[in-house]
């Protein structure tokens, strides 16, 4: 049942995303044996109680839809290097394209060498980090999807694990049976940050986001050199759309923007302006931003920058309500000392019709994120993509303590990553935690079974669906959990 389901998804996805059929077959159900992954399932239900393994297998069966991904074009994945058979992404890409390299240096891949030289050098370069997140979710995924224990390595089974990997890398089904089949992802909101404004999609299961960061720069064209898909100057030309000479014609290139962007299928905004600054956006007046508009930064003071970008990032919070494109934004992490949700508070109280997304719950504010959605229940969404990747014990927290804060529709959930293996283990990651939570308070006596399945449900889909109403003409698999829900229901 579960495999007709899929290849009626992909079909239906990919008619909707006007694809042709070669993608939609490349959805169909890999042939046994055709890729090198293994077929076992997630390899944690043993060591947990019958709760967990019950409510993990029920969220396992959910048909996720993930609200946050990088996962870029096929021929352009972060993970490709030169190898001695040429192109492709092997464990060396891997583990370069994973967020491991956040808190460690790996050794550096010299183009076409063998891969003994690299793993020399490399092998040495995990020993320190086995116990963080960064290691553990890519751990999960080469013993789920590999069937390895990369703990206990040898150097022959890296050197079968690599050529493995890049095996499955020559067939880009290999993305479609990790992602759609082994992580059941049905929907994924990928945020091209390397080609904001490109507005095409790469895959039928992908939502578009319109990644707005680089707008508020927008005081000058020379902030954008070199970056042609960050461009507002240069999407205005190309699109054929009026010359901006004025802070007016600025302002009536994003309203355009937006609908252009809408018009080609996004569904949100998404902003990672806190790794360039603080989020601490003052409410200007116009005349100091018209003050700046035209000027170079080397003309500019940073005060004059930082009012420019204030300006800005209010009229697309303005812009967010009007075109009804749910706000993403990135906090916690990035730069940390101006990067806490408390931040956007001043924003957030004085934009009620804009729906609000705060990212990665914040981390590590994640109690302060959970208060913030207290006490604005109307206009804010909590988003914990990556965090149980970042800290499981810390997610953990903060799922057990939102859920006693705020309506349990308010929170959503995302991989975050560059690789199939890497989206793989950020789901299998927030699945056990998930079910870990719940299952915590199932045996606790704080909640009836069917109640903790139903929450499960609507953090993994439902509350996407609900924020995103237009996503339920790209789905199919609805029943699939929903069935399961109403059984155990009153
Ligand atoms: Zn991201």
Not at 73 to 93: A, C, I, K, S, W
Not at 139 to 150: A, C, E, I, P, R
Not at 429 to 450: H, Q, S
Request: charged share 25%.
């Amino acid at each position: 049942m579960f495999d007709s389901l899929i290849r009626r998804s992909f079909l239906k996805a990919a008619a909707v995303c006007g694809l042709g059929a070669p993608l939609a077959v490349a959805g169909v159900k890999v042939p046994e044996g055709q890729l090198t992954g293994i077929s076992s399932g997630s390899s944690d239900a043993a060591f947990r109680t019958p709760s967990f393994a019950s409510l993990k297998s029920f969220l396992d069966s959910i048909p996720a839809i993930d609200t946050h991904d990088h996962l870029h074009p096929f021929d352009q994945l972060p993970g490709l290097v030169e190898t001695e058979r040429g192109r492709g992404v092997n464990l060396y890409g891997l583990w370069k394209s994973s967020y491991l390299t956040k808190i460690d240096n790996l050794a550096e891949w010299r183009d076409a060498e063998p891969f003994e030289s690299w793993w020399t050098r490399a092998k040495e370069d995990f020993k320190n980090v086995h116990a963080t997140g960064f290691y553990r979710y890519m751990h999960t995924s080469f013993k789920d999807l590999y069937g390895v224990d990369f703990d206990r390595i040898s150097d022959s089974k890296a050197k079968v694990l690599d050529q493995r990997i890049f095996e499955n890398y020559r067939d880009e089904r290999w993305l479609f049976h990790v992602i759609t089949d082994r992580a059941n992802i049905e929907l994924m909101f990928i945020d091209p940050f390397w080609a904001r404004f490109d507005f095409r999609i790469s895959y039928p299961f992908q939502v578009l986001v319109f990644n707005v960061t680089t707008l508020t720069r927008g005081f000058h064209a020379s902030e954008f050199d070199g970056h042609p898909f960050d461009d507002p100057f240069v999407f205005a030309r190309t699109q054929g759309l009026p010359p901006v000479k004025s802070l007016d014609d600025y302002l009536s290139l994003l309203d355009q923007m937006f609908t252009i962007a809408k018009k080609n299928g996004a569904a949100c905004l998404k902003t990672t302006a806190a790794y360039e600054r603080t989020l601490q956006f003052d409410d200007v007046p116009k005349g100091r931003a018209t003050r700046v508009f035209g000027h170079p930064r080397s003309a500019l003071a940073a005060a004059d920058v930082k009012e420019f970008e204030d300006f800005i990032m209010w009229r697309l919070v303005e812009l967010s309500a009007k075109h009804d494109l749910p706000f993403q934004i990135h906090t916690g992490d990035a730069r940390i000392g101006g990067s806490s949700p408390m931040f956007l508070v001043n924003l957030i109280d004085a934009n009620p019709r804009t729906k609000f997304i705060l990212f990665h719950g914040g981390f590590p504010w994640v109690g302060e994120t959970g208060a913030i959605v207290q006490k604005y229940p109307d206009r804010v969404w909590i988003d914990s993509v990556w965090l149980p990747t970042i800290s499981f014990t810390l997610a953990k927290r903060a799922y057990h303590e939102w859920l006693e804060v705020l309506p349990s529709n308010r929170i959503m959930w995302g991989s975050d990553d560059y690789s199939a293996e890497g989206i793989f283990g950020e789901t299998e990651l927030t699945r056990r935690c998930l079910a870990e939570v719940l299952a915590e308070k199932v045996d606790r006596g704080d909640l009836p079974d069917w109640y903790a399945r139903q929450i499960g449900k609507q953090i993994l889909r439902d509350n996407a669906l609900e924020l995103f109403p237009q996503l339920q003409a790209r789905i199919v698999k609805e029943e699939v959990g929903q069935h399961q829900v109403q059984r155990h229901g009153p």
